[in-house]
């Protein structure tokens, strides 16, 4: 009995870390592809190009205000197949399009796929699992979240070397945790908040506002690394563009590894924890800034994959804990939005500011990214003054 037991909850958890692994690919997939589609769409302005990254953020995040309301008319599997089959069936049907408003429309009903999975791929953890046990797979999560970065980052790279609307069939991956939901994943239904008042709402806001603003923050930073890196790269260096994804996708492997080993390192250094992000990002990006070379390039990655392999599992795990088994339908929806808002507007506030500062283009982007992680890491400061693993204590802020 205990043996089936346990093998039902490894099913189960592959299960949930297989969404995990796709989310990610939202935006980040395509971004190795968007020097090709920018060849393509030469006669439209950059700015739209850069959206078919972070386009789909906007609509994830209009879709999990309506999270809630979804968990009360679905169950958890009839959720979780809907919106995966509208990921595959949105994300691999852009191969088709073939002017930029097709493919931003696409991109759009991306967004809501992920919208309706994403909250799922971290609050069933907290919903199935306890508290001691969420440090660890909070870590897998985020790591299978940066696998699913490695693989779609390579293959549309790979892909994108045929034909720019080739990079969109990375997509079809997505079937692999159609297969899994089907087989494994329990239809029971989300325990809603009894009140969905504006009221109650910013409540749960203000209780979780160091982790929601934090995650706003840390996205903000992040995405402009794949907004920028594989055009700038090419503009600054002689490096091929399989050379730049190769790059891109060892980022993606630091941040994996750094997930895996997550749950030791929260218990070992949770105190220092909450510096990784923002001090990461902002040496990683002053080696792209100022480093001049492939060699400061490469180290750039490294410390911005560390940053986010730390960041995102930090700021889930700290607050699905306090949040109990409720996360799904109270912080989750609420840290989804966060993430994606800093996905949308990471190049609507980045790339005004590069525009005007006195420095070279290519350095701009980064040069921003040093002084919002100067941000954030204030942020930091003055939220999380006492925060170490939440089962230690009730009296932590998240």
Known sequence: MKKEKSNSLRRLTATILSISLLTVMAGAAMAPALGVVRDH?????????????????LFIIITNLFFTRLCCLMRTRTLALVGLLLYVGTGAGAFFATGIGTVLTFRALLGV????????????????????????????????????????????????????????????????????????????????????????????????????????????IFFIFPTNFAITARLTTSLSSQAVTAIMVGLDVVAFAVGLTFGSM??????????????????????????????????????IGVANGVGVPYLNTIASIKAGRNAATTVMPLLSAALYLGQFTSPLIVSPLAQVLPVDSAAAP????????????????????????????TGHSA
């Open 41 to 57: 769409f030469s006669h439209v302005p950059e700015l739209a190009v850069k959206l078919i990254v972070s386009m789909p953020a």
């Open 113 to 220: 796929s992920v919208g309706m999975i994403m909250p799922l791929s971290t609050g069933l953890l907290s919903y199935y699992f306890p508290p001691e046990e969420q440090a660890h797979l909070m870590g897998l999560s985020a790591a299978m979240n940066q696998m699913g970065g490695v693989v779609a980052t390579l293959l549309a790279g790979l892909l994108a070397g045929i034909g720019w609307n080739y990079a969109f069939l990375v997509y079809l991956i997505g079937l692999v945790a159609v297969v899994l939901v089907l087989l494994y994943l329990p239809n029971e239904r989300l325990e809603a908040p009894a009140s969905k008042s504006l009221g109650e709402r910013a409540k749960v806001l203000m209780r979780f506002h160091p982790s929601v603003v934090g995650m706003w923050l840390l996205m903000t």
């Open 266 to 303: 929260m218990k070992c250094m949770a105190q220092m924890l909450k510096y990784v992000a923002p001090i990461g990002f902002a040496l990683g990006y002053a080696c792209y800034a100022w480093g001049g070379t492939v060699a400061w390039l490469i180290v750039g990655s490294v410390l």
């Open 366 to 393: 980064y040069v921003v990214g040093v002084a919002i992680s100067a941000v954030m890491l204030v942020q930091v400061h003055l939220t999380r003054h006492h925060q170490s693993l939440p089962p230690n204590s």
